[in-house]
């Protein structure tokens, strides 16, 4: 079946520092590719996401690269700030039946400093 | 435009307790998934709703179940609760077209803990 192995946390940066977060995937046939991000006491929002092989995914200074040789689609932001500490989680999306379920990752918590 | 909105926000039960969670999906979506989230751990597919109808499951057992309403809503019920239901029971909704999938959009969560 499909799953999700993310870089374990918890993760802790000063800011402006440079952030990566792994993510590998294992699933069948081409499943889009997500990461979340879940601020405290909130639901996850969709920070970005990659259809394709190749495709890169970008928002809010983020980016991640959707690379099906490695199946990888790590995570990363050149310059983190304070507001960015949360918990990021890796998602893939691929067909069960008809259904477009979400299969995640269990979450990577970032914690930055001023 | 209205996001996703789910009802109550926290619920506390007690072990062997029924309980219904709801979630209103957003504006021009027909189709709502229901994710638990133990604490610390990512969410977990319990099942989907498509018109009306359970279209894919988690490996969840009976006593969850679900009903999806003709304005697109949504019921998550947990029938003898267990402790281990303690959880975050996240609603996401999107719309889905000719058998393609759309972005799903989360609601803040329902926090149930069972005691």
């Known amino acids: 079946g499909n799953s999700v192995t993310q870089m374990e946390g918890p993760v802790t940066l000063s800011e402006e520092a440079f952030l990566t977060i792994n993510c590998t995937y294992t699933a069948t046939g081409y499943p889009s590719l997500f990461w979340y991000v879940q601020y405290p006491g909130e639901g996850l929002q969709l920070l970005l996401k990659a259809t394709k092989a190749d495709d890169k995914g970008s928002n809010k200074g983020f980016e991640a690269t959707y690379r099906k040789e490695t199946t990888s689609f790590h995570l990363e932001k050149g310059s983190v700030q304070v507001s960015d500490s949360a918990v990021y989680f890796c998602a893939l999306s691929g067909a069960s039946g008809s259904a477009r379920q979400l299969t995640f990752g269990s979450g990577t918590q970032l914690t930055v400093l001023p | 435009e209205t996001g996703v909105t789910q009802s109550p926000t926290h619920l506390i039960k007690t072990r062997g307790q029924q309980v219904t969670l709801r979630c209103s999906s957003q504006?021009?979506?027909?189709?709502v998934s229901w994710y638990q989230q133990a604490l610390g751990q990512g969410p977990q597919f319990i099942f989907q709703y498509y018109r009306e109808e359970e279209n894919g499951r988690g490996n969840f057992p009976p006593r969850f179940s679900g009903l999806q309403f003709p304005n697109y809503s949504s019921e998550l019920n947990v029938n003898a609760l267990e402790l281990d239901d303690s959880a975050l029971y996240l609603c996401?909704?999107?719309?889905?077209?000719?058998?393609?999938?759309?972005?799903?959009?989360f609601g803040p969560g329902t926090r149930l803990t069972v005691l």
């Open positions: 996401a909704s999107s719309l889905a077209v000719a058998g393609r999938y759309n972005e799903q959009f």
């Open positions: 504006s021009g979506h027909n189709t």
